[in-house]
């Protein structure tokens, strides 16, 4: 198991848990200090020489209002080919868009659903995306091969 506190996300081996259909578990702190978990799609991107990650969300929801309070979150995301390889970041939000929010959903659904369009637009929700900043990444590379090959 390896701990790097300035990895790139954008690169080998860390940027394969971004490319594919992993879900991403979000944890944030509820206002009475508790902590919340939310699965989520996740995205990054390289953003005036930052990278950040990316989270969609509807404004309002309960993690975006966490956020907005305390920025400080985890994320946890499992390869979706080997279980037993995953990252673990943690990091802030340093930035909350709705700028090109409805197009980022869109190019998540055709990633996650194989779909041209979110399915669940809405006009009544307002979509925002939640830029974070990696401070720390955990990373567990592939292990147990030889037994995921026998099932």
Do not use: C
Not at 72 to 81: A, L, N
Not at 96 to 108: R, S, V, W, Y
Not at 137 to 148: G, M, S
């Amino acid at each position: 198991m390896k701990e790097k506190e300035n990895y790139s996300i954008l690169r080998d081996p860390i940027v394969k848990f971004f490319r594919g259909n992993n879900f991403a578990f979000l944890g944030t702190l509820n206002k009475d200090g508790s902590p919340q978990v939310t699965p989520t799609w996740i995205d990054i991107v390289e953003d005036e020489d930052q990278e950040l990650i990316l989270i969609n969300t509807a404004r309002d929801r309960l993690k975006q209002k966490n956020v907005s309070r305390d920025p400080r979150v985890s994320i946890s995301v499992v390869d979706d080919e080997n279980p037993y390889s995953m990252i673990t970041i943690k990091g802030r939000v340093v930035d909350q868009t709705t700028k090109g929010a409805d197009e980022h959903i869109d190019k998540l659904a055709k990633r996650y659903l194989n779909a041209e369009r979110y399915p669940a637009h809405s006009s009544s929700v307002k979509r925002i995306i939640l830029k974070i900043k990696p401070e720390k990444i955990f990373y567990v590379p592939p292990r147990y091969t030889e037994y995921l090959e026998k099932n």
